[in-house]
């Protein structure tokens, strides 16, 4: 037990203190005065009447004016499509188109097939999208061998329970970073990616995974990857930064990270499934020392409070960094909260996710 302790702990130490070292080096690329894409931004909406006009009031004011905007509607049974067609009617490059199927992948498909842009972009009905946001990303495709661009995400910050997601979010969007940087991009996140449209139609889209109703970011990541191992890259601007809406209960963010590990069944990718694993030992590892510290003799009490220790400075370092580039706040109270609850979520929801059937906006997954 205690050659395992002192194993996984340095083991981890090592692959996160890896993780923040490749965050802070990001693929470069060299910025062009006289290549400006035209880009077109699609937005898969299903009973968004609450969020939509503020995203494309925001989609109305960027600094850049080469794009236009079509918002795909899902078959909402709401009022999403009429507050949409209000506002697009104020912008000759906006439109509203109505997806001739149900899901999101053939929403995004068809809002693709409308497209006029050679750049795709994407981002979800609830989001909020800053004014360089457009700019930030064509700087990216100025560049031939950059086919898809992977975008920072953060999470609306209003109490402490948003605290706690917007800390743990940021994990995910580190380490998709990190990883991208490395060349071995293992995650992304559907609100802020984009990428060639002629990339989209060489992988044939979502063809072999449209009977997976989540996980059209990812899905799509890895065909590109397999194409163009060297095509993925991870904005490193801050002005690029998309803020997304917090579950406002627990329950809403179970389901929700629920529905995430759910799809990781369909998941082909060796080493993204051997990441996931290896995250599933290490909080597994976490709970055991947890009770080590009550049940177990001074030297295993003592190397679990190492591994404890060690664990958490090592994801400060990360996390910490990753916030202030995202722009969440930091609450120290927060982090130390996620490392009592953290690996019981973690290990709950890898546990649960394959057993427990989940509907999304009033659809079976």
């Not at 979010?169 to 990616?193: D, E, H, K, Q």
């Not at 003592?302 to 990360?318: H, P, R, W």
Request: glycine share 6%; proline share 3%.
């Amino acid at each position: 037990m205690l050659y395992l302790l002192v194993l996984f702990g340095c083991s981890y130490a090592a692959c996160v203190l890896v993780l923040w070292r490749a965050w802070q080096n990001p693929r470069t690329i060299t910025k062009k005065q006289d290549s400006f894409p035209f880009i077109t931004v699609v937005v898969a909406a299903r009973n968004e009447a609450k969020n939509i006009e503020a995203l494309l009031r925001d989609l109305s004011q960027q600094n850049y004016s080469l794009y236009e905007v079509i918002v795909v509607d899902d078959h909402s049974d709401d009022n999403t499509v009429q507050i949409a067609q209000h506002v697009t009617q104020e912008y000759t490059s906006f439109k509203v188109i109505r997806s001739p199927q149900s899901g999101k992948k053939l929403a995004l498909t068809e809002g693709v097939k409308h497209a006029q842009g050679s750049i795709i972009v994407t981002t979800d009905a609830d989001c909020r999208v800053p004014a360089h946001w457009l700019s930030s990303i064509a700087i990216y495709f100025q560049q031939p061998e950059v086919k898809m661009v992977l975008g920072g995400v953060r999470i609306r910050q209003k109490n402490f329970f948003h605290d706690l997601q917007a800390i743990e979010f940021s994990s995910l969007i580190g380490s998709a970073a990190a990883t991208a940087n490395r060349g071995y991009p293992t995650m992304c996140n559907g609100a802020n990616i984009a990428y060639r449209k002629t990339v989209f139609e060489d992988v044939n889209g979502y063809s072999g995974n449209t009977h997976v109703p989540s996980g059209d970011d990812e899905f799509l990541m890895r065909k590109i990857k397999a194409l163009y191992p060297a095509g993925i890259y991870f904005m490193n601007d801050a002005q690029s930064v998309v803020t997304t809406q917090p579950n406002e209960t627990v329950g809403a963010f179970i389901r929700q990270r629920l529905r995430w590990a759910g799809k990781w069944r369909y998941n082909t990718s060796v080493y993204t499934a051997l990441l996931a694993v290896y995250i599933f030992l290490i909080q597994a590892i976490t709970l055991l020392c947890w009770a080590l510290l009550f049940f177990s003799d001074e030297r295993l009490q003592v190397t679990a409070i190492l591994f404890l220790a060690t664990k958490a400075f090592c994801e400060f370092l990360f996390l910490r960094s990753v916030c202030r580039f995202l722009g969440c706040r930091w609450n120290g109270l927060a982090f130390m909260t996620l490392q009592f609850i953290y690996p019981f979520y973690v290990t709950g929801i890898g546990l649960f996710a394959h057993f427990i059937p989940q509907r999304w906006k009033g659809r079976p997954l």
